[in-house]
């Protein structure tokens, strides 16, 4: 399979915009089979209101009529998935992700601070994007659209943006990173140190006190079993230790050996 640019997925993004939105789809050919497949897949409920019976006659418009259809991240996963010999995706498992997946595994980063580098991806919530430069996004989204429609950056409410790990990106230097070393993560009865130098437990939260800095303390629980969620755009902790029971920045917290 050829590799897979940030160009390349920008092109793709183009060229399917106005495919509808049919969910747990990749670009998928619409047909009868498929929906039928869907709607017994996800059967109808409030936590799974794609198929409804209201949506069948919809979606019934859309056999013969388009080439591809997706939801979210099946849009980005739809190209990763490529064949181009025969203009098909085919299905990975293993880098099947849902768009809170997808930003998990992107190194995510704060919205205000997004590149102009095309073919980078948005998140917020459930939901994924790709920007495709100049201010512009194209997504595939649920809502009152239900299609894939290309969106000013600033009109939506993304939160984070990050490399796709299965994009090449056009400089070495933007290239999604090796992963970290796995932080020191503090341990039940473990001692621990607030470093000295830090302000916020992490980025958006409350500040740190001053005479909690520099103080060595025993940890009397981890209320994130052992690992990190990214808060502010940083991997954070949930722990009690004695002054303080908080999300912290594990860069924040030494761990004293």
Not at 186 to 207: F, T
């Amino acid at each position: 399979m050829a590799e897979k640019t940030a160009a390349g997925l920008v092109a793709w993004c183009k060229e399917n915009l106005g495919a509808p939105y049919w969910y747990a789809t990749f670009g998928n050919t619409p047909t009868g089979e498929l929906l039928a497949q869907k709607a017994k897949q996800y059967p109808y409920c409030k936590e799974n209101p794609f198929y409804g019976p209201a949506d069948m006659p919809r979606y019934r418009a859309h056999i013969g009529k388009y080439k591809r259809v997706f939801d979210c991240c099946g849009l980005v996963k739809g190209y990763i998935w490529l064949d181009e010999k025969t203009g098909k995706p085919k299905y990975n498992a293993s880098q099947d992700k849902s768009a809170d997946g997808l930003r998990a595994v992107s190194k995510p980063q704060c919205i205000s601070t997004i590149p102009e580098i095309p073919g980078v991806l948005v998140f917020k919530k459930r939901h994924v994007g790709v920007y495709i430069g100049g201010g512009w996004v194209v997504e595939c989204r649920w809502g009152s659209d239900k299609r894939t429609v290309k969106t000013r950056l600033k009109d939506v409410a993304w939160t984070h943006w990050g490399y796709c790990p299965h994009i090449k990106y056009p400089d070495a230097a933007v290239n999604p990173p090796a992963p970290d070393p796995a932080p020191l993560i503090p341990q039940v009865g473990g001692r621990v140190r607030i470093r000295s130098d830090a302000v916020h437990y992490y980025p958006g939260g409350v500040r740190i006190p001053g005479w909690l800095k520099g103080q060595v303390k025993t940890v009397d629980q981890v209320l994130t079993k052992g690992t990190v969620e990214v808060r502010g755009g940083e991997q954070c902790v949930l722990i009690d230790i004695k002054g303080v029971n908080s999300w912290i920045s594990v860069k924040n917290v030494e761990v004293v050996r």
